[in-house]
Each structure stands twice: as C-alpha cells, then as structure tokens.
C-alpha cells in the first residue's frame, strides 16, 4: 500500500537515489527570479533588489516580503541550499490525507517497497539531519540564536517634501522624530548603572531552551526562546529604573538629511542606524525618507528637463524680439525670439534644466512661446492695426 501526497508516484518512474521525502513546494529560485546555477552573489543581489520592492516598512506585499526572505535565507547557505536541491523544502498549510504530522506544516510521500512500490525508499539513517533543517534542532541538537538580530531596532520610513528649487543642489533637511532612542541613564544595557548583567540561569545564555515533542515516529527536540531571558542570553541582576531593563526609552531626536541635487519624486534616502533603537544595545534601525517634489507655479519638471510657457505679443512674433525669462533660480535669461514665429513654436535652453541625479551636468529647459491677442485696444493701436489690415496683414 502507497500513501502519499502530493503528485502520484508512478511504480514505473525510474529509482531516485535514495528519495527519503519527496516534498511539494513553491521554487525558490522561482521566488527570486534566479535559475538553479545561480553564484551567491547572484543570490544575494537578487534578494536586495526584491527585498527593496516588496518590504512592507516601504508599502510592499508583507506576504511575498516574507517569500522572498525565506527564499534567501536558504538559498543564502550552501548547506541548506544543498539539501533544499535534494529534498524541497515544506510549507504550511500544504498538509495533505493520511499525514502523521497533519496541522504542523509537513507534506510527507513515502512507499513500502516490500508491497510493490518501485523507487520510494525511506531511509531513517538521514532522518535527524532533515529534522535538524525543518525544526531548527534536530534529534538534539542546537544552534544559538543571533540574539544581536532579535533586539535590532525597527526601521522608520517617513516622507518629505521640497520645492523644487531644493533640487539643483545638494541640501540638508532637518526631521524631528518622535522614537525609540537609547537610554541615557544605562546607556543601552538595561541595567542599572553599577549592577552586573548575569547568564540566563534556564538556557545558560543561548537564549533557547529545548522542548520534546513525540510523533509517530518517535520523540524528537526542537529549540525555543527562553521564556525567562525571552531570548537574550543575558538577565541584568537589577534593572534600569529608566528604561524597565528595556535599553531604550521614548524620545526624540532630530536628524540631518542630505539631500543630493537632481533627487525626484518617489526616490528614498536611507540613513543607516537612525531608526528604531535597539534593545539592550542592539543594533538600530534604519531611517527610509521618501521624497516629493511639490510642483511648481512656472516650471513643469519632465525627468531632467524643464518645461514653461511665455507669451509674446503680435509683434513680436512677427518682427522678432528679444525678452527675458526668469530660470528656475530666480535669475534673468535673454530669451531670442525669431521673426515670423508662429504660437506654439518651443525654443529650448541648454543647460538650464535638472542636475542629473549622481552625475554631471543638467538638462534643458523648453520654453513654448504663446501669441498674446490684446483684449482691449487704444484709438491708436486700432488705427495702426487699420492701416496693416489694409497692407494685408
């Protein structure tokens, strides 16, 4: 008799090299957007550039955030990647009938050669090892958690707008933020100041504890945090009395942006380490300051280049002229404007646009010429306008 789950093992399917689990999941390098050669360093620019889009601290999907986290975080380690190419890796919800782990988050396929089932052999001599990858223990064993990571502080992201003539060139603004900053009495530890900080006496300052499940198969060990330490390792023998033990207190800090020339609508500054403070000296978080350019009363921006309207009168347009304009910095520019021009004809500037953005020089600026009709006439513009009527004009 056969049980399995997910697709059907067919009895005339050539033998796998010892099959111990066939498991059904999504395609992590799928996730990545990756193909199954891929160098770690391909893996790990994929991540940053997925991982940028989709962070829900940035208004991303906090679903395929987490995809793509987990993705990384094995495809990211040549042993786990190693056994995820071997066996799969499981997911919850994908319980399937007659699973002995049903509401744990396995998807198990196994047969009984003795009665007939070709090629699905289950072998207990691997079994610890991909135990040790699925509950993070193994038959055991234990890995010490990076308890630096668990008290990192919590990134902000905040958004910010300037006008438009902030972007020609490089600028700093200044942020109030309302945060968790570190304690100024115990300086970060959560002790108070003079008292000692002691080892964790439950998990002797891994930060985990071990606790035994039983399945069909067996027992088996899986790690958790330590309830008493709730993970750190450490406990201070007498707590800050600022900050409760926590490390940190609310508060607020201002912070300096520099913001670079030519920055646009839509693009993020990180400032590393000034978000959330950590947890008893932890790592910060980072700041991500989201961009808006307002718009402007004159000047319409198109990528680096600038877009405005003049009105000229009639004869201008007809004779040719010269007038001024004022650039984006308030400055005059003599503007030429040739004879017989016709309304809509757009003259461009060089060099009077945007900064580009990390690099040099600037765009352009185009200014659409629009002929003025007067509204109201003097008796001598009329007799003038007369005389070119009768000239033809």
């Known amino acids: 008799m056969n049980f399995f789950c997910g697709e059907s093992l067919s009895s005339g399917a050539p033998s796998p090299r010892k099959n111990y689990l066939a498991l059904y999941t999504m395609d992590y ?43 990384y975080q094995v495809l990211s380690d040549t042993a786990k990647r190693a056994q995820y190419d071997q066996y799969g890796r499981v997911f919850d919800g994908q319980q399937g009938g007659g699973n002995p782990f049903e509401g744990q988050g396995f ?38 958690s990076n308890k630096k990571d668990a008290r990192k ?10 006008d438009l003539e902030r972007v020609l060139k490089e600028s700093v603004e200044k942020i109030e933020l309302a945060k968790n900053v570190t304690c100024h009495r115990c300086t970060g530890t959560g002790a108070e100041p003079g008292s000692k900080v002691k080892e964790c006496f439950s998990c002797r300052g891994t930060g ?16 958790a945090t330590c309830p008493e330490c709730k993970g750190e390792g450490t406990i201070p023998e007498k707590p800050c009395n600022v900050c409760r033990g926590e490390g940190r207190t609310k508060g607020q800090e201002t912070i300096e942006i520099h913001i670079p020339a030519g920055i646009d609508t839509n693009q993020v500054i990180r400032a590393d380490g000034k978000g959330e403070a950590g947890r008893k000296g932890a790592k910060a978080g ?23 309207e003049s009105d000229i009168s009639f004869s201008q347009a007809a004779l040719g002229a010269e007038t001024e304009i004022k650039s984006l910095e308030g400055t005059n520019i003599l503007l030429e404007v040739p004879s017989g021009t016709e309304s809509g004809k757009v003259l461009r500037i060089s060099g009077k646009g945007i900064p580009h953005f990390g690099g040099y020089g600037r765009g352009n600026m185009y200014i659409e010429l629009k002929v003025k009709t007067p509204k109201k006439l003097s008796r ?3 007799e003038l306008l007369d005389e070119l009527k009768k000239e033809g004009l």
Do not use: C, M
């Open 286 to 308: 980072n700041l991500f300051v989201r961009i808006f350019v307002k718009k402007h009363s004159v000047f319409e921006r198109r990528g680096d280049d600038l877009f405005a």
């Open 29 to 71: 390098y799928e996730i990545l957007g990756i193909t199954k050669g891929a160098s770690q360093d391909e893996v790990k620019k994929a991540f940053h550039k997925l991982a940028h889009k989709y962070h829900p601290d940035k208004g991303g999907d906090e679903k395929k955030f987490k995809e793509i986290n987990e993705a």
């Open 380 to 382: 001598r513009q009329k």
């Open 208 to 223: 985990q504890v071990q606790q035994v499940k039983k399945t069909v198969f067996g027992s088996y060990t899986t790690l």
């Open 107 to 144: 998807n198990w396929a196994w047969g009984n050669k003795s009665q007939g089932q070709e090629g699905v052999e289950f072998d207990f001599e691997n079994v610890g090892d991909i135990f040790e990858e699925f509950f993070g223990g193994g038959f055991g064993g234990g890995r010490r």
């Open 153 to 162: 502080g919590k990134d902000i992201q905040v958004d910010l707008e300037i």
